[in-house]
């Protein structure tokens, strides 16, 4: 059985970074791919970023790019978002998800139907 557990989140200032981390059990995070979502109360899930281990390919949404970084830590089997020059806009619950064993990103890493697990969520605030 595949678990999601998120953590790291929590309040910050407008400027400021945050890194939140996913620990993973059930499926390394070497073999699916993985990826970060938000939401925010009345709207769906946003896709944040994901990356596929095994080209090392990651995709990221237009509105983060440059400020976050999605990493894995093998040993660990954890995957890791790096948010850096945080806005107000950036507050959501982060989910961590991942796709089924060896199923790649692709072209559509972004739709949320794509992924098979889904964690707790951890709060992100972004204070002005």
């Known amino acids: 059985q595949v678990q999601l557990a998120e953590s790291g989140g929590g309040p910050v200032q407008a400027g400021g970074s945050l890194r939140i981390t996913c620990a993973a059990s059930?499926?390394?995070?070497?073999?699916?791919?993985m990826a970060w979502f938000r939401q925010v109360p009345g709207k769906g899930r946003e896709a944040v970023a994901a990356?596929?281990?095994?080209?090392?390919?990651?995709h990221y949404v237009d509105s983060v790019k440059g400020r976050f970084t999605i990493s894995q830590d093998t040993d660990k089997n954890t995957l890791d978002l790096e948010m850096r020059d945080l806005k107000p806009e950036d507050s959501a619950v982060y989910y961590c998800?991942?796709?089924?064993?060896?199923?790649?990103?692709?072209?559509?890493?972004?739709?949320?139907?794509?992924?098979?697990?889904w964690g707790q969520g951890t709060q992100v605030t972004v204070s002005s």
């Open positions: 059930g499926q390394s995070v070497r073999t699916s791919c």
């Open positions: 998800a991942a796709r089924g064993q060896f199923q790649t990103c692709g072209v559509n890493w972004d739709g949320d139907w794509k992924y098979d697990y």
């Open positions: 990356v596929w281990f095994g080209t090392g390919t990651t």
